[in-house]
């Protein structure tokens, strides 16, 4: 098992759109193409009020490959994006990294 540990800046203001998106409809289309999220977070404290950080779980980096682009290029996906985006932009930045849990990790 791999996790990939995604971090999006939102532009001021715009956390709670990205929240709804997720929310409403983003959760949904994973399910539609077998995506497994492994926890969202918000900032409490930190450098950023603005962020919203999560993990996925995968198999492998081949099944994250297959799976992820199925779900970028889902028409559906696109639709709910652009719905998202008509006040404007939602993100700044997204960053991304894949992490495999130690031996004594309690995740694996």
Request: net charge neutral; hydrophobic share 40%; proline share 5%.
């Amino acid at each position: 098992m791999i996790y990939e540990l995604r971090i999006y800046e939102c532009l001021p203001n715009r956390l709670p759109a990205l929240l709804k998106r997720f929310g409403d409809h983003t959760l949904k289309l994973w399910d539609k193409h077998g995506i497994r999220q492994a926890g969202f977070f918000t900032t409490a404290v930190g450098e950023s009020s603005n962020r919203l950080t999560y993990f996925v779980a995968w198999e492998s980096l081949a099944e994250r490959e297959t799976k992820w682009k199925a779900f970028v290029t889902d028409p559906e996906w696109h639709k709910v994006r652009d719905d998202s985006e008509r006040d404007g932009p939602i993100l700044a930045n997204i960053s991304s990294q894949f992490l495999s849990p130690t031996a004594f990790s309690s995740v694996q």
